[in-house]
C-alpha cells in the first residue's frame, strides 16, 4: 500500500510497552538488572517487528530502506538476547560473559544499519580517512571519560587487566558510534531519520556499558536509570522508520559535521593539558594521546599527498584547456564595462589575421557588424550590471559577424562571462563558424537543389509553388511541364554518364529561354518544370505561358544534342496548367503532369493545356488498370480472330489474334485498357496468355489439314520481358504449332525506340523460325533503314492509307509505291482496313498480295471461324 501512515500510533504503542514493561518489572520486585533486561527484551523485539514491517511494502516505495532497516532489526534482535541472559550470565566468573559478546555483535550490526541508511556522497573520502577520523573521535571521547570517570576508576582498580576487558564492549560501541555518526549526519538524504536514531542507540549503549562496567569493577550492581536508556532508544527506533523528513541536510550543517573530529581532538588536547596542568600523570593517558598524535600525523601526510596531486591534475587541466583553446582556434579577448579590449589571447593572428597590439585598448565595436552591434552592447552592459542576476553559468551567447583584417564578415559565436579575478572585466570567447556556416549552405543547396543540371530540384519547386500560390494568389501563375521524348534510349545507347550530359545541355537551353522571374527546376528523370508568378489573371498572361511553352519545345528540338561525339536529336513534350481559387498547389502540379502526359500520348513534340476532362481520363485509366489484374485472374479476357485472305485467290491464310475484354456484361474497347496495361506492366502476362490460347486454337485447325497461319502484335514491355523469346518457344512446343505458322507483328515506332535491344531480342525470334511483320508500314520514322538491319517477311499497310484509295491521289499513290516497295524486296504485303469494293479492286491491280478489313471479314470467336472452310470465297465473306 502506497500510504502515508501516522506515526503516532507507533510512538503510542512503544511508549505504552515501554511503560508496562518497566511497571512490571518494579511491581515483582525486580532488581535494576532484571528491570533493565525486561524492558531491554520488550523494546528490543518491538524495534525489531517495527523495523522488519517497515522493510516490507507498509512504508512508502520512496522511503523504504530494506536493507539498513533489516541490519538494524537483526541488532536489535541480537542485542535483546544479550541483554535477557546477562541476568544469568552475570553470576558467573567471567569478566566478559557470553552475554556481552551477543549485545557487541548486535551493536555492530547496529552500526552497520546505520551506515547503510544513508546514500554515499558523490566523492567518498576513503576507508583510511573514515577511519582515522573514527579512532580520533573514539580516542578523543574516551580521553575525556578517562579524565572525568575512568582514570579513578582505574587507579583503584586491583587487577588492571581485567578493567581493561571490561572496557572492551563500550569501547567498541564507541568506535562504532564514532564510525558512522559523520557519514549519517553529512548526509543530504530527506529521510535519515533511522539512521540519527541508530546513532543514537549506539551512543546509548556505550553510555550504559561504561556504566555497566564501571559498576562491575566496584562490584556494584549498574544503575536502573543507565539500564533503561537503551530501551528507551530502542522505543525511538521503532518509530524512526514510520516519520518523514522533507528537508535535506544543509551544506553548512554537513561542513560541521565533517569538521567535527577535528572538534572532539582539540577538546580533549585542552582536557588532557589541564589534567597536565594540574600535576597528573597518566600512562594510559599519554598513549592515547602518542596514538592520536600520530594518526593526526599520518592524516596530514595523506592529506599533503593528495592536495599535491590535485594540485598536479589542476595544472595538467590548465595546460589542456590551454592548449585546446588554441587548437580550436578561439579567440580570448578581455574587455572593460566600455567594450575595451585589455588582452588578447593567442590565435587572433592566425584566425582573423590581426597582431595582438592591433586590437589592445581599441573598442571591440569597431570589429563588429553594425546590425549585430546594438545586441552586443546590451550583452555587455547586462554582464558589468552587479545588480543583474541573469548571468547564465558558462556565459552568454551571442551570435555575431567579426570583420577580418581582409574587410570580410566573419559569423562567429561568442561566449561572455565575467572575469574570475575581477568583476569588472568581461571575458569574450570568439569561435569563428565560417567553415561550419559554409557547410550548412553547401548542404542547404544540396537540399534543394539538383546536382547534375544545378537547378532547383523538385523540393524546392513544391515549396516555392506553395508559397507562390498563399503569398499572390492564383493570379496568372501557371505551371509548365517537359518531358524529354526518346531520352530512355539516350541512356541504353550511349551510357548514364552521357545522359547526364545531355541534361545539362537540356538545363541550359530552358535556362535561357525562360524568363528571369520565372522558376526552373528538374522534377526527376528527363522531366523539367516552370513556374510562372504572373499578376491579375487574363488571356494576356495565358498566351505568356503558352507562349513560353512553345518556345520550350523549340528550344529542344530546333538543334540535335551534341553527346559522346554524335548527334542525338530529342523532341518535348510539354504540358500547361494554371492557378484556379481554390485550387491547392498539389492539384496544380498533378494537372501540368496530366496535360504533358496527354501530350506525349499523342506523339510529342507538342503543347497541351489541362482541361478537366484529362484529370478524368487519369482517373478512368487509373480504375482500368486497377481492374485488369483482376480480370486477367478471372478469365475476363477472351480472343476473336480476323482473317487474312490472299486477294488473288480468296483464300484464308492466316488469322490475326485480337484481345477482347467483358467486364461484367459491359464490353471495354480495346483502345480503352491496352494503353493502361501497358502502362501497368500486365501487358506481359495479357499477351502470355493470347501466345499460348491462340497457338493452340490455330494448331487445332491445322491438324484438321488447314494450312491456315497466326498471326499476334506485339508490344514493346512484351519483347523486353525477361524470358520472351523462351516464352515463345515454349508455346509452340506446347501447342505444336509451326514455328513458320507463327507471324509477330511490331510497330515502325518501337523500332525506332530502343532500336538495338529490340533488334536483337526480334533477331533472336527470327533464328527461332517465327515469322516476322512490321505494323502500320508508313507511319513511322525510318521505315526503310529498318527493314535492311532486321530482315522481315511481311509489312502491312496502314489503314489510313487505305482508306483514301480512289478518293485522295496522293494516299493512292503512297499506297502504290508501298506495295511495289515490297514486291520488289520479296516481301508480303498486306492492307489493312479494306471496306469498300473500290478499295479491293486497286488493290489487285496493284500486285498486294493479302488483305484484311470488315469487307474481307470481321473479327469472329473460334467457332465463327470454324465455319471458314478452305473453299470459302470472298464474295461469299463480303
Given at each position: 500500500m502506497n500510504v502515508r501512515r501516522d506515526p503516532r500510533v507507533p510512538l503510542t504503542t512503544a511508549a505504552g510497552?515501554?511503560?508496562?514493561?518497566?511497571?512490571?518489572?518494579?511491581?515483582?520486585?525486580?532488581?535494576?538488572?532484571?528491570?533493565?533486561?525486561?524492558?531491554?527484551?520488550?523494546?528490543?523485539?518491538?524495534?525489531?517487528?517495527?523495523?522488519i514491517m517497515a522493510a516490507s511494502r507498509v512504508v512508502p516505495a520512496h522511503r523504504r530502506q530494506p536493507g539498513a532497516w533489516r541490519w538494524m532489526a537483526a541488532?536489535?534482535?541480537?542485542?535483546?538476547?544479550?541483554?535477557?541472559?546477562?541476568?544469568?550470565a552475570d553470576g558467573t566468573p567471567f569478566v566478559l560473559t557470553f552475554a556481552d559478546l551477543l549485545m557487541l555483535v548486535g551493536s555492530v550490526l547496529l552500526a552497520i544499519g546505520c551506515g547503510l541508511s544513508v546514500k554515499p556522497p558523490a566523492f567518498t573520502r576513503g576507508v583510511i580517512r573514515q577511519a582515522a577520523d573514527a579512532y580520533l573521535g573514539a580516542a578523543s571521547v574516551f580521553a575525556v571519560a578517562w579524565v572525568a570517570v575512568l582514570g579513578p576508576a582505574f587507579r583503584k582498580a586491583e587487577d588492571?587487566?581485567?578493567?581493561?576487558?571490561?572496557?572492551?564492549?563500550?569501547?567498541?560501541?564507541?568506535?562504532?558510534?564514532?564510525?558512522?555518526?559523520?557519514?549519517?549526519?553529512?548526509?543530504?538524504?530527506?529521510?535519515?531519520?533511522?539512521?540519527?536514531?541508530?546513532?543514537?542507540v549506539l551512543a546509548a549503549i556505550t553510555v550504559a556499558e561504561m556504566a555497566t562496567a564501571l559498576a562491575r569493577l566496584d562490584g556494584d550492581t549498574p544503575p536502573l536509570a543507565a539500564g533503561l536508556v537503551v530501551p528507551a532508544m530502542l522505543l525511538v527506533l521503532a518509530?524512526?522508520?514510520?516519520?518523514?523528513?522533507?528537508?535535506?541536510?544543509?551544506?553548512?550543517?554537513?561542513?560541521?559535521?565533517?569538521?567535527?573530529?577535528?572538534?572532539?581532538?582539540?577538546?580533549?588536547?585542552?582536557?588532557?593539558?589541564?589534567?597536565?596542568?594540574?600535576?597528573?600523570?597518566?600512562?594510559?593517558?599519554?598513549?592515547?594521546?602518542?596514538?592520536?598524535?600520530?594518526?593526526?600525523?599520518?592524516?596530514?601526510?595523506?592529506?599533503?599527498v593528495e592536495t599535491a596531486g590535485m594540485r598536479r591534475l589542476v595544472d595538467v587541466g590548465e595546460?589542456?584547456?590551454?592548449?585546446?583553446?588554441?587548437?580550436?582556434?578561439?579567440?580570448?579577448?578581455?574587455?572593460?564595462?566600455?567594450?575595451?579590449?585589455?588582452?588578447?589571447?593567442?590565435?587572433?593572428?592566425?584566425?582573423?589575421?590581426?597582431?595582438?597590439?592591433?586590437?589592445?585598448?581599441?573598442?571591440?565595436?569597431?570589429?563588429?557588424?553594425?546590425?549585430?552591434?546594438?545586441?552586443?552592447?546590451?550583452?555587455?552592459?547586462?554582464?558589468?550590471?552587479?545588480?543583474?542576476?541573469?548571468?547564465?553559468?558558462?556565459?552568454?551567447?551571442?551570435?555575431?559577424?567579426?570583420?577580418?583584417?581582409?574587410?570580410t564578415w566573419r559569423p562567429t559565436e561568442s561566449v561572455a562571462a565575467r572575469h574570475v579575478r575581477d568583476d569588472d572585466l568581461v571575458l569574450v570567447t570568439i569561435r569563428d563558424l565560417s567553415d561550419q556556416v559554409a557547410l550548412r549552405n553547401q548542404v542547404t543547396h544540396l537540399t534543394f537543389h539538383d546536382g547534375v543540371t544545378g537547378l532547383p530540384n523538385r523540393a524546392y519547386f513544391e515549396e516555392r509553388a506553395r508559397d507562390v500560390l498563399t503569398r499572390r494568389g492564383a493570379g496568372g501563375t501557371a505551371v509548365i511541364f517537359l518531358d524529354l521524348d526518346g531520352f530512355t534510349s539516350v541512356n541504353d545507347s550511349v551510357g548514364h554518364a552521357s545522359g547526364d550530359h545531355l541534361l545539362g545541355q537540356a538545363a541550359r537551353r530552358l535556362r535561357s529561354a525562360v524568363r528571369a522571374d520565372d522558376t526552373l527546376a528538374r522534377w526527376?528523370?528527363?522531366?523539367?518544370?516552370?513556374?510562372?508568378?504572373?499578376?491579375?489573371?487574363?488571356?494576356?498572361?495565358?498566351?505568356?505561358?503558352?507562349d513560353l511553352a512553345e518556345r520550350l519545345v523549340r528550344a529542344v528540338s530546333n538543334e540535335p544534342f551534341r553527346v559522346a561525339d554524335r548527334d542525338i536529336a530529342l523532341t518535348a513534350s510539354v504540358g500547361v496548367a494554371f492557378a484556379e481559387e481554390d485550387l491547392p498547389p498539389g492539384d496544380l502540379l498533378r494537372n501540368a503532369d496530366v496535360a504533358m502526359s496527354r501530350a506525349k500520348e499523342l506523339g510529342g513534340r507538342r503543347v497541351e493545356v489541362f482541361a478537366t476532362?484529362?484529370?478524368?481520363?487519369?482517373?478512368?485509366?487509373?480504375?482500368?488498370?486497377?481492374?485488369?489484374?483482376?480480370?486477367?485472374?478471372?478469365?475476363?479476357?477472351?480472343?476473336?480472330?480476323?482473317?487474312?485472305?490472299?486477294?488473288?485467290?480468296?483464300?484464308?491464310?492466316?488469322?490475326?489474334?485480337?484481345?477482347?475484354?467483358?467486364?461484367?456484361?459491359t464490353f471495354v474497347p480495346p483502345e480503352q485498357f491496352l494503353g493502361p496495361a501497358e502502362d501497368t506492366g500486365i501487358i506481359v502476362p495479357l499477351s502470355e496468355w493470347i501466345l499460348r490460347e491462340a497457338?493452340?486454337?490455330?494448331?487445332?485447325?491445322?491438324?484438321?489439314?488447314?494450312?491456315?497461319?497466326?498471326?499476334?502484335?506485339?508490344?514493346?514491355?512484351?519483347i523486353m520481358a525477361p524470358r520472351f523469346v523462351e516464352t515463345v518457344a515454349e508455346a509452340l512446343s506446347e501447342s505444336g504449332l509451326p514455328a513458320s505458322a507463327l507471324t509477330l507483328e511490331v510497330i515502325e515506332e518501337m523500332l525506332v525506340e530502343d532500336a538495338g535491344e529490340m533488334i536483337s531480342r526480334l533477331s533472336e525470334l527470327r533464328t527461332l523460325g517465327v515469322r516476322l511483320a512490321i505494323d502500320d508500314f508508313g507511319t513511322g520514322y525510318a521505315s526503310l533503314a529498318f527493314l535492311r538491319q532486321l530482315p522481315v517477311d511481311m509489312i502491312k499497310i496502314d489503314p489510313s492509307f487505305v482508306s483514301g484509295l480512289g478518293r485522295d491521289d496522293t494516299l493512292t499513290l503512297l499506297t502504290k509505291t508501298i506495295v511495289q516497295l515490297g514486291n520488289d524486296l520479296g516481301l508480303i504485303v498486306v492492307a489493312e482496313g479494306i471496306e469498300r469494293p473500290e478499295q479491293l479492286d486497286l488493290l489487285r491491280k496493284m500486285g498486294c498480295t493479302r488483305g484484311q478489313g470488315y469487307l474481307v471479314a470481321r473479327p469472329m470467336t473460334a467457332r465463327g471461324v470454324d465455319s471458314l472452310m478452305p473453299t470459302t470465297t470472298l464474295q461469299n465473306t463480303a
Open positions: 510497552l515501554g511503560a508496562v514493561a518497566v511497571v512490571v518489572a518494579l511491581v515483582t520486585g525486580g532488581s535494576a538488572p532484571v528491570v533493565t533486561a525486561i524492558a531491554g527484551v520488550v523494546t528490543g523485539l518491538f524495534a525489531a517487528v517495527s523495523l541488532g536489535s534482535l541480537t542485542w535483546l538476547l544479550g541483554v535477557g541472559v546477562r541476568p544469568v588492571t587487566g581485567a578493567f581493561f576487558v571490561a572496557l572492551a564492549l563500550p569501547v567498541v560501541c564507541l568506535l562504532a558510534t564514532c564510525a558512522v555518526t559523520p557519514a549519517v549526519a553529512a548526509s543530504r538524504s530527506g529521510n535519515r531519520v533511522a539512521g540519527l536514531t541508530g546513532v543514537g518509530v524512526a522508520p514510520w516519520v518523514q523528513e522533507d528537508r535535506p541536510a544543509r551544506p553548512l550543517h554537513a561542513a560541521l559535521t565533517a569538521a567535527t573530529p577535528l572538534v572532539l581532538v582539540a577538546a580533549a588536547t585542552l582536557v588532557a593539558a589541564l589534567y597536565a596542568i594540574g600535576g597528573s600523570r597518566d600512562a594510559a593517558l599519554v598513549v592515547v594521546a602518542a596514538s592520536v598524535v600520530l594518526v593526526l600525523l599520518g592524516r596530514l601526510f595523506v592529506l599533503l595546460q589542456q584547456l590551454r592548449r585546446l583553446a588554441e587548437n580550436t582556434g578561439d579567440v580570448v579577448l578581455v574587455c572593460d564595462p566600455g567594450g575595451v579590449v585589455q588582452e588578447v589571447g593567442p590565435g587572433l593572428e592566425a584566425t582573423y589575421g590581426y597582431r595582438p597590439e592591433d586590437l589592445a585598448f581599441r573598442p571591440i565595436f569597431d570589429y563588429i557588424h553594425p546590425e549585430d552591434l546594438p545586441a552586443v552592447q546590451a550583452l555587455l552592459d547586462r554582464m558589468t550590471d552587479e545588480d543583474d542576476g541573469t548571468e547564465q553559468v558558462g556565459g552568454t551567447r551571442i551570435s555575431c559577424r567579426f570583420r577580418a583584417s581582409d574587410g526527376g528523370g528527363d522531366e523539367f518544370a516552370v513556374l510562372l508568378e504572373g499578376g491579375a489573371s487574363g488571356g494576356a498572361d495565358a498566351q505568356t505561358a503558352i476532362h484529362m484529370h478524368a481520363d487519369v482517373l478512368r485509366r487509373l480504375e482500368i488498370a486497377s481492374d485488369l489484374q483482376r480480370a486477367l485472374l478471372e478469365n475476363q479476357f477472351a480472343i476473336e480472330y480476323q482473317p487474312v485472305v490472299d486477294l488473288a485467290t480468296s483464300r484464308v491464310t492466316a488469322v490475326e489474334a485480337l484481345v477482347r475484354w467483358w467486364r461484367g456484361s497457338c493452340r486454337e490455330v494448331a487445332a485447325w491445322r491438324a484438321s489439314s488447314w494450312d491456315i497461319g497466326l498471326a499476334l502484335n506485339l508490344s514493346a514491355r512484351q
